[in-house]
């Protein structure tokens, strides 16, 4: 009715003023924060997840009605308010309250998303208390629900695609991830106690130390080198790094990079906690070797029929490795863009550290080398104790002297460790195999050693050899000269003579 006689101009004014009037004697103020916003359809809203996760551990009274359920990527089931239910909470000596609600919509449209209901928080407080709440109580909700949800998601572990999956499409294919699953942890880890220690707390310290970075200028990040021979445990570390720290891995796979504009894209498209890995970096990007290589071809595909040369294009591209360069790669680690979030940890495996150009493991780019090495009798203490169960017994001395004595792999340890039957007697059967695998293995390094050595025997035989059949041939040369020298001077000293009888007879004459 008072819409039949009022027209819209005057129901906007009355409006107006209702709520001047209104705010005049209700002295809160409302903020909601919606499930699903305008711009991300598609994404949840993060604020709506930090609050639901902050509301459900961390107000003071508590919601009597709770709903669960399954939130992508969770571990477990996430509980929260229920519709229409309030709770307060109380920060620096305010207190706020929290609804949930939801909107039901008058039309019936048949949403594309299922679930037309919208949800939202309202957050209500006294007028007086807006600085606070603005200031930093929003931002308390926001940092505690996040490391909430962190606590609680279920890692993951990336890998990059190459770049015709992701190119022209969206960008968030850049990177394809599983659920990050594996087990190893540093109890489980086979190495000295000491070193051990030495690295967990590096890294702990690292994760509690934004404040400092921030203070020193650095941005906060490390990175690790680990480096020793095949299996002995690098990409197990990583595994044990990433569960202690319950940072996601991203597996960066070098040669599937295109350029270094896509290098930056990807690190750029990385979250915070993470470790970023590129493994086997000396194989992965065989820098000098690789620009030559194309240089070559780019040679060879000039002046040819149009035809092979389309083929030959076609091949190039197929095979094309990897544009990364060196210093592509140290400003990926190192440059301006690396300090774009934060909390992030790069470990780089090698095979053979001595391969290195000594820019990518000067410290700031790697911080922290690790050698991981043959397995000590410590180590194997670690993995009897893991495999066997085994805290002691008659047999190690003798296999502890046997490791002093030679180089063998933890993961060949392992390997021996393993029970291959479920007797009583299992565990004394792996013991004795592995002594058997030891001598083995020490038996196969002394012929190898005599082998070289022999080797190096024959090398410096045939050098001397070479040296000596040289020496002759030079020698043999000079003996040559000079005698050669030797038959000019006396044909020259005959001819003088002959000349010189001539002179004579010709004077006589
Ligand atoms: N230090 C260790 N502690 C516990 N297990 C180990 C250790 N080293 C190796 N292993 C065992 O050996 C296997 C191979 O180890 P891992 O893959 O970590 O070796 P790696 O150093 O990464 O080798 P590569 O250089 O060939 O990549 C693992 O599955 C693990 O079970
Ligand atoms: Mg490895």
Redesign the pocket.
């Known amino acids: 009715m008072f819409k039949q006689y009022c027209p819209n101009e005057m129901e906007d004014h009355l409006k107006k003023y209702t709520q001047k009037l209104v705010s005049l004697v209700y002295p809160y103020i409302e903020v909601t924060f919606h499930e699903f916003t305008s711009e991300g359809f598609y994404d949840r809203s993060k604020a709506y997840g930090a609050i639901q996760r902050y509301l459900t551990t961390n107000s003071t009274t508590r919601a009597k009605r709770l709903k669960a359920d399954m939130v992508r990527d969770s571990k477990s089931l996430v509980l929260s308010m229920d519709d229409r239910e309030e709770i307060a909470d109380e920060f620096k000596g305010i207190k706020v309250w929290w609804a949930s609600n939801k909107n039901i919509p008058r039309t019936q449209v048949i949403s594309f998303y299922g679930d037309e209901e919208k949800r939202y928080y309202k957050l209500k407080f006294h007028r007086r208390d807006r600085e606070i709440v603005f200031g930093s109580y929003l931002n308390h909700v926001m940092d505690e629900g996040k490391a909430i949800e962190v606590k609680s998601r279920k890692r993951k572990l990336y890998t990059n695609n190459r770049n015709e999956q992701w190119a022209g499409r969206h960008r968030r294919t850049m990177w394809s991830s599983v659920v990050f699953d594996h087990p ?1 942890t540093f109890d ?4 000295e106690e000491k070193k051990k220690k030495e690295i967990m707390n590096d890294l702990i310290t690292f994760t509690k130390s934004k404040d400092y970075y921030k203070k020193i200028g650095k941005s906060w990040k490390r990175g690790y080198l ?1 480096f ?10 990583i595994a044990a790094m990433a569960n202690l720290l319950e940072y996601d891995v991203y597996d960066l796979e070098l040669t599937a990079v295109k350029d270094n504009t896509e290098l930056r894209k990807l690190l750029i498209d990385t979250s915070n906690k993470s470790i970023i890995v590129i ?2 970096i000396d194989c992965s990007l065989d820098l000098t070797g690789q620009r030559k290589k194309k240089e070559e071809k780019d040679e060879e595909g000039d002046g040819k029929d149009p035809v092979s040369k389309k083929k030959k294009e076609d091949e190039e591209k197929s095979n094309e490795s990897s544009k990364v360069t060196l210093s592509g790669l140290l400003n990926f680690i190192d440059g301006l863009w690396s300090a774009c979030g934060g909390e992030r940890i790069i470990v780089f ?1 090698t ?1 053979y550290v001595e391969k290195l150009d000594p820019a990518l493991i000067r410290r700031g780019r790697m911080d922290k080398h690790i050698e ?1 090495s043959y ?1 000590c009798f410590e ?1 194997f203490k ?2 009897a104790r ?1 495999y066997l169960d085994l805290e002691s017994h008659d047999l190690f001395e003798t296999i502890g002297k046997l490791l002093e004595e030679t180089k063998i ?3 060949d340890v ?2 021996n460790l393993m029970p291959k039957s479920d007797d009583e007697d299992a565990a004394d059967a792996c013991l004795a195999n592995l002594i058997k695998a030891i001598e083995k293995a020490k038996e196969e390094a002394k012929v190898k050693a005599e082998e070289e050595e022999k080797e190096k025997e024959r090398a410096k035989a045939e050098e001397e050899k070479k040296a000596k059949a040289e020496k002759e041939e030079k020698e043999k040369a000079e003996k040559e000269e000079k005698d050669k020298e030797k038959e000019q001077k006396s044909d020259e000293e005959v001819k003088e003579k002959k000349t010189a009888g001539e002179e004579v007879k010709e004077n006589g004459g």
């Open positions: 190893a489980t880890l086979a190495m680990l020793g021979p095949p299996g002995t445990g690098k990409s197990t570390m493994e086997d495996t095979n991981l397995c180590a670690v993995l893991n792999s933890p993961a392992a390997e």
